[in-house]
């Protein structure tokens, strides 16, 4: 896993049926198998540095959601249950049993937490690495009237993009799209960035990532909601980023208050397990890129104590 170079191209394509496959990155062997879930736009890529530590010792799947990276479209709007039902019918196609170790970035820990709330039987820890939570926009609404403007131009640039994918004219060449094409991952290898500026010239990657934003605090979040159980003592670590740009176009002492308001997100996600805890960690939002090692531990960590208490 040493060599990044295998994410320049699909590493595993799933059949799940209906005429689609999700990329998958398998690797390594044993007990629990660790599920790793990317944020919003992330791919397999995202956990990279985590999942090449970890399948030193155990069975580990990162995937693609339907139409990011190297993955099929999927049928819209793209809500957590749609992306949930995706996942399981990779494990499936796989014959990956459980118990799974779950661990979810940002808007993944949605995949992740749904999954548990629906199937605990199956899951033995979780891991949320600075994650999203389904009652951050209307708490940050109630910090910030203008937050909300923010998701609002995310909206846009992922319709425009799309609109441009869908006639021909999207281009890197052009500064007007300089955005589109903004992957988010330092130093990567050239052939890599050229793979990835190659995906974003995709309409339906556009579509499903305004789809999924769209659902982000509405229909996905309900789904969360209606969900949302005590998840009694299973092992459940909280991993939130200290250094996090919540809404950077804020000024300071909004920035502030928006992230007291995510700490305590956070602490009410570890207070769904008996066994749930939270830790502060000295990074910005994509911890797995900046310390991959401390998040590999973490998941170690949960894997452990999951042994301890079966």
């Not at 010792?57 to 039902?85: E, H, K, N």
């Not at 499936?92 to 979810?104: E, R, S």
């Not at 820890?125 to 994650?131: I, Q």
């Not at 052009?174 to 309409?203: M, Q, V, W």
């Given at each position: 896993?040493?060599d990044?170079g295998?994410y320049?191209?699909?590493?595993?394509?799933v059949?799940?049926?209906?005429?689609?496959?999700?990329n998958v990155?398998?690797?390594g062997?044993?007990?629990?198998?660790?599920i790793?879930?990317?944020?919003?736009?992330?791919?397999t890529?995202?956990?990279?540095?985590?999942?090449?530590?970890l399948?030193e010792?155990?069975?580990?799947?990162?995937?693609?959601?339907a139409?990011?990276?190297f993955?099929?479209a999927?049928?819209?709007?793209?809500?957590?249950?749609?992306?949930?039902?995706?996942?399981r019918?990779?494990?499936?196609?796989?014959?990956?049993?459980?118990?799974?170790?779950l661990?979810?970035?940002?808007a993944?820990?949605y995949?992740?937490r749904?999954?548990?709330?629906?199937?605990?039987?199956?899951?033995a820890?979780?891991?949320?690495v600075?994650?999203?939570?389904?009652?951050q926009?209307?708490?940050?609404?109630?910090?910030?009237?203008g937050?909300?403007?923010?998701?609002?131009?995310g909206?846009?640039l992922?319709?425009r993009c799309?609109e441009?994918?869908a006639?021909?004219?999207?281009?890197?060449?052009?500064?007007e799209?300089?955005?589109?094409?903004?992957?988010?991952?330092?130093?990567?290898?050239?052939?890599?960035t050229?793979?990835y500026h190659?995906?974003?010239?995709?309409?339906a990657l556009?579509?499903?990532w305004?789809?999924?934003?769209e659902c982000?605090?509405?229909?996905?979040?309900?789904?969360?909601?209606?969900?949302?159980?005590?998840?009694?003592a299973?092992?459940?670590?909280v991993?939130?980023?200290?250094?996090i740009?919540?809404?950077?176009?804020?000024?300071?002492?909004?920035?502030?208050?928006?992230?007291?308001?995510?700490?305590?997100?956070?602490?009410?996600l570890?207070?769904?397990s008996?066994?749930?805890a939270?830790r502060?960690?000295?990074?910005?939002?994509?911890?797995?890129?900046?310390?991959?090692?401390?998040?590999a531990d973490?998941?170690a960590e949960?894997?452990?104590?999951?042994?301890?208490g079966a």
């Amino acid at each position: 896993m040493s060599d990044l170079g295998r994410y320049a191209a699909p590493q595993q394509l799933v059949d799940i049926g209906g005429g689609r496959r999700i990329n998958v990155c398998l690797s390594g062997a044993g007990s629990p198998t660790v599920i790793l879930a990317p944020g919003l736009g992330g791919t397999t890529l995202s956990w990279a540095g985590t999942q090449r530590r970890l399948s030193e010792t155990t069975r580990v799947l990162a995937y693609d959601r339907a139409a990011f990276g190297f993955s099929d479209a999927g049928p819209l709007p793209r809500t957590t249950d749609a992306i949930v039902g995706d996942l399981r019918a990779v494990l499936h196609a796989l014959g990956l049993k459980p118990p799974y170790i779950l661990a979810g970035h940002s808007a993944g820990s949605y995949d992740v937490r749904l999954f548990a709330f629906r199937h605990p039987d199956e899951v033995a820890g979780l891991v949320l690495v600075d994650p999203s939570s389904e009652e951050q926009t209307d708490r940050f609404a109630q910090v910030s009237e203008g937050f909300a403007k923010q998701n609002e131009v995310g909206l846009a640039l992922y319709r425009r993009c799309g609109e441009a994918a869908a006639a021909g004219t999207l281009a890197l060449s052009n500064p007007e799209y300089a955005d589109c094409f903004k992957l988010g991952y330092p130093n990567l290898p050239g052939a890599i960035t050229d793979a990835y500026h190659a995906l974003r010239l995709s309409p339906a990657l556009w579509s499903a990532w305004a789809s999924e934003l769209e659902c982000f605090g509405g229909e996905s979040a309900a789904q969360l909601r209606a969900a949302r159980h005590p998840l009694g003592a299973m092992p459940l670590l909280v991993l939130t980023a200290a250094n996090i740009d919540v809404g950077p176009d804020n000024p300071p002492g909004m920035q502030a208050r928006l992230r007291s308001v995510w700490f305590g997100l956070h602490a009410e996600l570890a207070a769904l397990s008996s066994r749930g805890a939270r830790r502060m960690i000295d990074a910005g939002h994509n911890i797995q890129l900046e310390q991959p090692q401390l998040v590999a531990d973490a998941i170690a960590e949960v894997i452990a104590l999951a042994a301890a208490g079966a």
